[in-house]
């Protein structure tokens, strides 16, 4: 088993670091992608996923590495990152060049150009670009063009959606991955590389908005005819949960997240006003409360959750309008009952995200926490470690750093 042939997926989260690692088996003509490793270990230095204490990040980046490297018997040497936080700003932007060839027949350099020309667009001051994602191509005021090489004109523009992260953030990520000792082959938005192992091409036709609640932040991916239209991170995650429960029950933050984790729902109605809990069972004093009362904190944060969520739709006019709904995932959407608060608070059908099926022995792969790092590994696999066809087709050219061939010079200026 070759080096060359692993790929890893490095997801930072604020309460946890997660690795998953696919192996590429060519079997004849064809790639398979194996899943070999998934391991994850609480994060230190990090909050709302913003990098806080570099030593206690690349501590914990190490020790995940540390891990997954005894996990699959082979040293990891490079990974794909997932970056968040909410820093991560998301904008349209257009490009349009002239088509120079005599011919008028449009090269794969000539989407690079129309692409770079999108990404130059003035942006805010302190953000580097992460993604350009292209949506639409044009070619002479022929519009809906979605794979423009080989085709003909002398004008091409292009509707991109450009993803932006703060530098000093971004900058502070890539100094922890290469302190740990590796490489990093892209960072990606972590949500936008869930989407790759949670959502269906027929999702992202229709309409979806993929929800990945993590422990600070709940982080969004919109699409609709399978373009990219929308992404935001909203400051409000599980944790809070756990933070309502510490006031509510006057007790630990331990404890509270003990019962959120054991008994925790968003659904009131399930319980009995005679249903009680002992905080003592939990760590804390010898104090009952019911458990009714408990889903009653919980539910009055998860409907804020949603309400933030829908406002987000509402921006771009998409409220109640997703025929494809919400797909939920991170380690909050397996709260109990949050399917039916979400419904309730977007309108719109929700269910719960599956991670696409992989040959693997590892059963952990599967729980939706993992979603982003094994969508990582699928960023890999599809950015060159098995797909094939044209790179500038839609579904394949989402960095233009890749198209450019400048990630790692990119990546090491910043950390100089």
């Not at 004008?155 to 740990?180: H, P």
Request: aromatic share 4%.
């Amino acid at each position: 088993m070759a080096n060359e042939h692993i790929i890893a997926g490095l997801d930072i989260g604020s309460s946890n670091i997660r690795i998953v690692v696919g192996q590429i088996v060519k079997t004849n003509e064809s790639e398979q992608l194996n899943i070999i490793g998934v391991i994850d270990v609480p994060a230190q230095g990090l909050n709302k996923g913003s990098i806080v204490s570099i030593e206690d990040s690349v501590s914990s980046i190490s020790a995940a590495l540390e891990k997954a490297e005894r996990m699959i018997g082979l040293p990891i040497e490079n990974v794909y990152v997932g970056v968040g936080g909410s820093h991560i700003r998301s904008q349209e932007s257009n490009g349009v060049i002239a088509i120079t060839k005599t011919s008028g027949e449009i090269q794969e350099t000539d989407v690079e150009r129309v692409i770079e020309a999108a990404r130059s667009v003035a942006a805010p001051v302190n953000y580097e670009v992460l993604h350009v994602i292209p949506k639409t191509f044009s070619i002479d005021n022929q519009t809906g063009v979605k794979d423009p090489v080989g085709m003909s004109g002398i004008r091409l523009e292009v509707t991109t959606q450009v993803v932006r992260g703060l530098s000093s953030q971004i900058s502070n990520v890539t100094k922890c991955v290469y302190r740990a000792g590796i490489d990093i082959n892209d960072l990606v938005f972590g949500t936008l590389a869930a989407s790759e192992s949670v959502l269906s091409v027929r999702q992202k036709e229709l309409g979806v908005c993929l929800v990945d609640i993590g422990a600070a932040t709940t982080k969004l991916a919109v699409y609709e005819e399978g373009d990219l239209i929308h992404i935001s991170v909203l400051p409000v995650g599980s944790d809070h949960i756990t933070a309502d429960l510490a006031i509510g029950l006057q007790t630990s933050l331990d404890v509270s997240e003990r019962i959120k984790l054991d008994i925790g729902s968003a659904s009131p109605s399930s319980f009995e006003k005679t249903d009680e809990i002992n905080l003592r069972d939990f760590g804390g004093d010898d104090q009952a409360f019911s458990k009714k009362y408990i889903a009653e904190i919980i539910e009055a944060r998860t409907e804020e959750i949603f309400e933030k969520v829908d406002l987000e739709l509402q921006k771009i006019n998409r409220s109640g309008l997703l025929p494809a709904g919400l797909v939920l995932i991170g380690g909050g959407s397996k709260l109990a009952g949050i399917v039916p608060v979400s419904k309730r608070k977007t309108m719109l059908p929700v269910s719960l995200g599956i991670n696409k099926k992989f040959n693997t022995a590892v059963d952990k792969v599967n729980e939706p926490t993992y979603c982003t790092a094994l969508g990582l590994v699928l960023w890999g696999f599809n950015q060159g470690g098995g797909a094939g066809g044209s790179k500038f087709t839609l579904n394949n050219l989402q960095s233009v750093k890749d198209a450019a061939g400048k990630v790692k010079g990119w990546f090491k200026n910043l950390v100089s």
